[in-house]
């Protein structure tokens, strides 16, 4: 069992930028895959990014070139660097961590607004 553990959402205006981090409880961090997910109001959970354990990262279309996912495996953590954010960007965000089994954040509130 992982246990995951974000932090660092709130609120900030559009053109802002905020970086979530997400703190993992596993000796062996560093072989999991990790990824951000988020779910706006209505709509269905998407991929926001995500970080082999090699460090190849992947990006959902929508934020491609505005957020940026990082890992730590010295501290079992990940990181979300948000850039450039609009309202669109508001949303629930979740922490993953994937092996052979998926775990999940129990998630962050991120709202931009004015």
């Known amino acids: 069992q992982v246990q995951l553990v974000e932090s660092g959402g709130g609120l900030v205006q559009p053109g802002g930028s905020l970086r979530l981090s997400c703190a993992a409880s596993?000796?062996?961090?560093?072989?999991?895959?990790m990824g951000w997910y988020r779910q706006a109001p209505g709509k269905q959970r998407e991929l926001v990014a995500s970080i082999g354990n090699s460090g190849s990262t992947n990006y959902g279309s929508s934020v491609k070139g505005r957020f940026t996912i990082s890992r730590d495996n010295a501290k079992n953590t990940v990181y979300l660097q948000m850039n450039s954010l609009t309202p669109e960007d508001t949303a629930v965000y979740y922490c993953?961590?994937?092996?052979?089994?998926?775990?999940w954040g129990q998630g962050i509130q991120v709202t931009v607004s004015s």
């Open positions: 596993t000796n062996i961090f560093s072989i999991y895959t």
């Open positions: 993953s961590a994937w092996l052979v089994a998926s775990y």
